[in-house]
């Protein structure tokens, strides 16, 4: 157990639906990061938050948005969604900013959420 | 932009051999991290194996180390006796910079080791 939760662990929906996934890091960790794991394009960065704010953008859609809340935990929105947003989410956490800080160069990643559109 | 490449799709080991699978990189980066992943059929991403691009020496995890050649810019994971559930997806991933203080992870495509009984 890698101590980060991610919910719920499968989403099927509709095209042009909204979903919202959601991340609870490990206790202490500062930054979230969100990555898409999809057969075609293998596994993608898409976003970052550091203690609320968001620190770096990857290959994220603007159909897409995320935030990190006070209490840390994350929740990545997808919206207007389609058939090829279909993939395995994961959020992962680790303590620092850049993880070259400190010391601990291990990123604790997340069960995943599967999502499948139809 | 940093790129990892994994050539080898997918492998076979025979229980209690030895196995390794390749990982190469390209960065321009002097100051990098490299980390392997296991991803079991169940989809979780399990850290195995870190190596930091001024360690002198490999990194070990109990079955698995990390042959790091810093000229060649490869860092191949070993996996000493093998067992049926080391069975797994393997990715080679490596820390970078992405600028404005950021860094990111940049994954290899993977490759499936299949241990064989």
């Known amino acids: 157990d890698s101590g980060v939760t991610q919910t719920p662990k499968h989403l099927i929906t509709a095209t042009g639906q909204r979903v919202t996934l959601r991340c609870s890091p490990r206790?202490?960790?500062?930054?979230v990061y969100w990555y898409q794991q999809s057969l075609d394009q293998g596994l993608q960065f898409l976003i970052q938050?550091?203690?609320?704010?968001?620190?770096a953008k990857g290959n994220i859609l603007e159909r897409f948005s995320a935030q990190q809340f006070p209490d840390l935990h994350s929740e990545l929105n997808l919206s207007s969604l389609e058939l090829g947003d279909s993939a395995l989410y994961f959020c992962?956490?680790?303590?620092?900013?850049?993880?070259?800080?400190?010391?601990?160069?291990?990123?604790?990643f997340g069960q995943g959420t599967r999502l499948t559109v139809v | 932009a940093q790129k990892i490449t994994q050539t080898q799709p997918g492998m076979f080991v025979q229980e209690k051999e030895a196995v390794t699978l390749d990982c190469t990189y390209d960065?321009?980066?002097?100051?990098?991290?490299l980390f392997w992943y296991k991803q079991p059929s169940s989809g979780e991403m399990i850290f195995l194996i870190y190596?930091?691009?001024?360690?002198?020496q490999n990194a070990t995890e109990g079955r698995y180390s990390l042959n790091f050649q810093k000229a060649r810019k490869s860092a191949n994971l070993v996996i000493s006796a093998s067992q049926l559930g080391d069975s797994a997806m393997y990715f080679c991933?490596?820390?970078?910079?992405?600028?404005?203080?950021?860094?990111?992870?940049?994954f290899g495509k993977g490759t499936k080791l299949s241990v064989i009984p």
């Open positions: 992962a956490s680790s303590v620092a900013n850049d993880w070259s800080e400190g010391g601990n160069a291990e990123a604790f």
């Open positions: 206790s202490g960790d500062l930054s």
């Open positions: 938050y550091y203690n609320g704010e968001e620190r």
């Open positions: 960065t321009s980066d002097p100051s990098y991290g």
């Open positions: 190596q930091g691009s001024y360690d002198q």
């Open positions: 991933a490596m820390r970078g910079y992405s600028g404005a203080g950021s860094y990111q992870l940049t």
